[in-house]
């Protein structure tokens, strides 16, 4: 089992950067594909970013890109999200999510790919 766990969320400004924090437990992280979604109200779960368990790739949704960086620490196991240029629409819930250990796949936008998840950190953009 992996636990994960959100930090970073809050009221932050439009405009402004919001970088936030998924920290995992286990020996697994290293291994496993991290991605971020997000959830606005009456809204489904969507896809924002993901860096492989190699590192070797970083993708990102359209919603997003330009304005979004996705890192992770393995040494800490620990993911980042940073996203710039906020704009009331980056109001949600957002998640972190690893996926299955060595994946080369190509289905890390779709939320049923994931098998760990956070509990979410809420993220209201304000102006």
């Known amino acids: 089992q992996v636990q994960l766990a959100e930090s970073g969320g809050g009221s932050v400004q439009a405009g402004g950067p919001l970088r936030l924090s998924c920290a995992a437990s286990g020996r697994t992280f290293s291994s496993r594909p991290m991605s971020w979604f997000r959830q606005a109200p009456g809204k489904e779960r969507e896809f924002v970013a993901c860096?492989?368990?190699?590192?070797?790739?970083?993708y990102f949704a359209d919603s997003v890109k330009g304005r979004c960086t996705i890192s992770r620490d393995n040494a800490k196991n620990t993911a980042y999200l940073q996203l710039n240029g906020l704009k009331p629409e980056d109001t949600a819930v957002y998640y972190c999510a690893a996926g299955p250990q060595y994946y080369t796949g190509a289905q890390y936008y779709r939320v049923n790919y994931y098998t760990y998840w956070g509990q979410g950190t809420q993220v209201t953009v304000s102006s």
């Open positions: 860096i492989t368990w190699s590192d070797s790739s970083r």
